[in-house]
Protein backbone atom coordinates (compact mmCIF):
# COMPACT_ATOMS: atom_id res chain seq x y z
CA UNK A 1 0.00 0.00 0.00
CA UNK A 2 2.26 2.14 0.76
CA UNK A 3 4.73 2.04 -2.45
CA UNK A 4 1.34 2.63 -4.20
CA UNK A 5 0.66 5.91 -2.35
CA UNK A 6 4.68 6.93 -3.23
CA UNK A 7 4.37 6.23 -6.56
CA UNK A 8 0.87 8.35 -6.84
CA UNK A 9 2.40 11.06 -5.17
CA UNK A 10 5.55 10.89 -7.15
CA UNK A 11 3.32 11.10 -10.66
CA UNK A 12 0.37 12.91 -10.00
CA UNK A 13 1.93 16.51 -9.28
CA UNK A 14 -0.90 19.11 -8.56
CA UNK A 15 -4.49 19.10 -10.36
CA UNK A 16 -6.02 21.97 -10.49
CA UNK A 17 -9.84 21.07 -9.33
CA UNK A 18 -8.62 18.08 -6.75
CA UNK A 19 -9.70 18.82 -3.66
CA UNK A 20 -8.80 14.75 -2.46
CA UNK A 21 -7.79 11.27 -3.39
CA UNK A 22 -8.63 9.01 -1.14
CA UNK A 23 -7.61 5.55 -1.09
CA UNK A 24 -10.21 3.58 0.67
CA UNK A 25 -11.43 -0.59 1.23
CA UNK A 26 -9.75 -3.49 1.57
CA UNK A 27 -6.22 -2.39 0.62
CA UNK A 28 -6.44 -0.48 3.68
CA UNK A 29 -8.68 -2.89 5.86
CA UNK A 30 -6.15 -5.58 5.13
CA UNK A 31 -8.07 -8.21 3.52
CA UNK A 32 -7.06 -7.56 -0.14
CA UNK A 33 -7.24 -10.31 -2.49
CA UNK A 34 -5.24 -10.35 -6.30
CA UNK A 35 -7.38 -11.06 -8.54
CA UNK A 36 -10.48 -10.79 -6.93
CA UNK A 37 -10.61 -7.60 -5.32
CA UNK A 38 -11.22 -4.03 -6.43
CA UNK A 39 -8.86 -1.13 -5.91
CA UNK A 40 -11.06 1.48 -4.42
CA UNK A 41 -10.58 5.38 -5.14
CA UNK A 42 -12.28 8.54 -3.73
CA UNK A 43 -12.07 11.35 -5.74
CA UNK A 44 -13.45 14.96 -3.99
CA UNK A 45 -13.85 17.70 -6.30
CA UNK A 46 -13.64 21.29 -5.78
CA UNK A 47 -17.30 22.58 -6.91
CA UNK A 48 -17.78 23.91 -10.08
CA UNK A 49 -14.33 21.67 -11.33
CA UNK A 50 -14.83 19.79 -14.62
CA UNK A 51 -15.41 15.81 -13.52
CA UNK A 52 -13.88 15.08 -17.09
CA UNK A 53 -10.62 17.44 -16.97
CA UNK A 54 -9.40 16.04 -13.33
CA UNK A 55 -9.95 11.99 -13.84
CA UNK A 56 -8.27 12.05 -17.06
CA UNK A 57 -5.26 13.47 -15.16
CA UNK A 58 -5.81 10.62 -12.47
CA UNK A 59 -7.02 7.37 -13.85
CA UNK A 60 -3.38 6.41 -16.04
CA UNK A 61 -1.43 7.82 -12.98
CA UNK A 62 -3.81 5.30 -10.63
CA UNK A 63 -3.26 2.19 -13.23
CA UNK A 64 0.04 2.83 -13.72
CA UNK A 65 1.04 2.69 -10.31
CA UNK A 66 -1.49 -0.04 -9.15
CA UNK A 67 -0.24 -2.60 -12.40
CA UNK A 68 1.56 -4.84 -10.23
CA UNK A 69 -1.48 -5.42 -7.16
CA UNK A 70 -4.06 -7.11 -9.64
CA UNK A 71 -6.76 -5.37 -9.21
CA UNK A 72 -10.00 -6.85 -10.88
CA UNK A 73 -10.70 -3.16 -11.52
CA UNK A 74 -9.40 0.23 -10.40
CA UNK A 75 -12.46 1.79 -9.27
CA UNK A 76 -12.76 5.64 -9.31
CA UNK A 77 -15.60 7.22 -7.36
CA UNK A 78 -16.06 11.00 -7.56
CA UNK A 79 -18.21 13.28 -5.76
CA UNK A 80 -18.54 17.31 -5.26
CA UNK A 81 -17.12 19.10 -2.06
CA UNK A 82 -20.61 20.53 -1.23
CA UNK A 83 -22.12 17.46 -1.61
CA UNK A 84 -20.60 15.39 1.68
CA UNK A 85 -22.64 17.50 4.12
CA UNK A 86 -25.47 14.90 2.87
CA UNK A 87 -24.78 12.37 0.68
CA UNK A 88 -27.36 10.18 1.44
CA UNK A 89 -29.34 12.55 -0.35
CA UNK A 90 -27.12 14.89 -2.71
CA UNK A 91 -25.59 13.42 -5.17
CA UNK A 92 -25.14 9.58 -5.51
CA UNK A 93 -25.31 8.08 -1.96
CA UNK A 94 -22.64 5.74 -2.19
CA UNK A 95 -22.37 2.80 0.19
CA UNK A 96 -18.91 3.60 1.46
CA UNK A 97 -20.30 7.15 2.48
CA UNK A 98 -23.73 5.87 4.01
CA UNK A 99 -24.21 2.13 4.95
CA UNK A 100 -20.81 1.23 5.68
CA UNK A 101 -19.62 5.03 6.36
CA UNK A 102 -17.77 3.68 9.64
CA UNK A 103 -15.41 1.39 7.86
CA UNK A 104 -14.41 4.05 5.42
CA UNK A 105 -14.10 6.62 8.52
CA UNK A 106 -11.50 3.39 10.02
CA UNK A 107 -10.00 2.22 6.65
CA UNK A 108 -9.06 5.11 4.26
CA UNK A 109 -5.61 7.28 3.91
CA UNK A 110 -5.13 10.42 2.24
CA UNK A 111 -3.06 10.03 -0.71
CA UNK A 112 -3.75 13.90 -2.01
CA UNK A 113 -5.19 16.66 -0.35
CA UNK A 114 -7.57 17.58 2.17
CA UNK A 115 -9.10 14.46 4.36
CA UNK A 116 -12.79 15.00 4.02
CA UNK A 117 -14.36 12.32 6.92
CA UNK A 118 -14.93 15.27 9.29
CA UNK A 119 -17.14 16.91 6.96
CA UNK A 120 -19.52 13.52 6.85
CA UNK A 121 -23.05 13.15 8.89
CA UNK A 122 -23.61 10.34 10.81
CA UNK A 123 -26.78 8.21 9.80
CA UNK A 124 -29.04 5.98 11.66
CA UNK A 125 -29.41 2.49 9.74
CA UNK A 126 -32.90 2.75 9.98
CA UNK A 127 -32.71 6.66 7.65
CA UNK A 128 -30.16 4.68 5.37
CA UNK A 129 -31.07 1.40 4.52
CA UNK A 130 -34.14 1.79 2.50
CA UNK A 131 -32.74 4.29 0.25
CA UNK A 132 -29.57 1.62 -0.48
CA UNK A 133 -32.15 -1.13 -0.80
CA UNK A 134 -33.61 0.85 -3.89
CA UNK A 135 -30.19 1.09 -5.44
CA UNK A 136 -29.97 -2.29 -5.48
CA UNK A 137 -33.15 -3.34 -6.38
CA UNK A 138 -32.32 -0.49 -9.44
CA UNK A 139 -29.28 -2.38 -10.04
CA UNK A 140 -31.03 -5.34 -9.92
CA UNK A 141 -33.04 -4.34 -12.96
CA UNK A 142 -30.11 -2.62 -15.01
CA UNK A 143 -28.37 -6.10 -14.96
CA UNK A 144 -30.87 -8.47 -16.10
CA UNK A 145 -32.60 -6.07 -18.92
CA UNK A 146 -28.74 -5.75 -20.22
CA UNK A 147 -28.20 -9.61 -19.64
CA UNK A 148 -24.88 -8.92 -17.58
CA UNK A 149 -24.44 -11.62 -15.91
CA UNK A 150 -21.09 -10.70 -14.25
CA UNK A 151 -22.44 -7.70 -12.96
CA UNK A 152 -25.65 -9.89 -11.47
CA UNK A 153 -22.71 -11.84 -9.34
CA UNK A 154 -21.44 -8.59 -7.93
CA UNK A 155 -25.13 -7.67 -7.16
CA UNK A 156 -25.21 -11.03 -5.75
CA UNK A 157 -22.06 -10.84 -3.45
CA UNK A 158 -23.07 -7.25 -2.03
CA UNK A 159 -26.48 -8.44 -0.71
CA UNK A 160 -25.01 -10.96 1.04
CA UNK A 161 -22.25 -8.76 2.49
CA UNK A 162 -24.95 -6.28 3.55
CA UNK A 163 -27.17 -9.16 5.52
CA UNK A 164 -24.04 -9.76 7.43
CA UNK A 165 -23.07 -6.63 8.15
CA UNK A 166 -26.54 -5.74 9.24
CA UNK A 167 -26.57 -9.05 11.64
CA UNK A 168 -22.54 -7.49 12.97
CA UNK A 169 -20.03 -8.34 10.69
CA UNK A 170 -17.32 -6.15 9.97
CA UNK A 171 -16.37 -6.02 6.17
CA UNK A 172 -13.57 -8.29 6.26
CA UNK A 173 -14.20 -11.02 3.84
CA UNK A 174 -13.26 -13.42 6.42
CA UNK A 175 -15.86 -11.96 9.05
CA UNK A 176 -18.31 -11.85 6.43
CA UNK A 177 -17.55 -15.49 5.48
CA UNK A 178 -17.73 -16.76 9.61
CA UNK A 179 -21.35 -14.25 9.50
CA UNK A 180 -23.31 -16.07 6.94
CA UNK A 181 -22.24 -19.41 7.92
CA UNK A 182 -23.24 -18.72 11.72
CA UNK A 183 -26.63 -17.29 9.69
CA UNK A 184 -26.95 -20.66 8.08
CA UNK A 185 -27.44 -18.79 4.79
CA UNK A 186 -26.31 -21.49 2.37
CA UNK A 187 -27.20 -19.80 -0.58
CA UNK A 188 -25.12 -16.68 0.52
CA UNK A 189 -22.59 -18.44 1.40
CA UNK A 190 -21.93 -20.14 -2.28
CA UNK A 191 -22.40 -16.73 -3.86
CA UNK A 192 -19.68 -15.43 -1.31
CA UNK A 193 -17.31 -18.19 -1.81
CA UNK A 194 -17.09 -17.57 -4.95
CA UNK A 195 -16.48 -14.37 -5.19
CA UNK A 196 -13.33 -15.24 -2.94
CA UNK A 197 -12.48 -18.11 -4.86
CA UNK A 198 -11.60 -15.40 -7.52
CA UNK A 199 -15.03 -14.36 -8.41
CA UNK A 200 -16.07 -17.44 -10.30
CA UNK A 201 -19.34 -17.00 -12.60
CA UNK A 202 -21.04 -19.86 -11.94
CA UNK A 203 -24.82 -19.41 -11.16
CA UNK A 204 -27.73 -18.48 -13.24
CA UNK A 205 -29.37 -15.43 -13.86
CA UNK A 206 -32.68 -17.03 -12.56
CA UNK A 207 -30.87 -17.96 -9.47
CA UNK A 208 -28.96 -14.57 -8.39
CA UNK A 209 -32.17 -12.80 -9.28
CA UNK A 210 -34.18 -15.00 -6.87
CA UNK A 211 -31.75 -14.59 -4.28
CA UNK A 212 -31.66 -11.20 -4.61
CA UNK A 213 -35.33 -10.14 -3.88
CA UNK A 214 -35.27 -12.91 -1.67
CA UNK A 215 -32.35 -11.62 1.13
CA UNK A 216 -33.60 -7.63 -0.05
CA UNK A 217 -37.29 -9.15 1.86
CA UNK A 218 -35.62 -10.86 4.69
CA UNK A 219 -33.22 -7.22 4.94
CA UNK A 220 -36.96 -5.32 4.63
CA UNK A 221 -38.24 -7.64 7.86
CA UNK A 222 -35.38 -7.19 9.81
CA UNK A 223 -34.96 -3.38 9.48
CA UNK A 224 -37.58 -2.67 12.93
CA UNK A 225 -35.57 -4.20 14.92
CA UNK A 226 -32.03 -2.54 13.72
CA UNK A 227 -30.24 -0.27 16.46
CA UNK A 228 -30.56 3.30 14.74
Known amino acids: MMALIACIRQKLGRVPGLYSLILYGSLVRGDYLPGTSDLDFFVVL ?3 AKPEEVLSKLRPVLEECS ?3 KAVEVDVAWEWLSNLRDPLNLGYPYKFLTVYQDDFRENHVVV ?3 DVVGLLPEYGVDEILPKRLEVILKNLERDLSSG ?3 MLHVLAGETARLMAFLHGSSLKKEDVLRKLEELGDGEALKIYRSYLAGRKTEFSEK ?3 EF ?3 ELGKIKGLTPRLPS
Open 46 to 48: EDG
Open 67 to 69: KGL
Open 112 to 114: AGE
Open 148 to 150: NLK
Open 207 to 209: FLR
Open 212 to 214: VLK
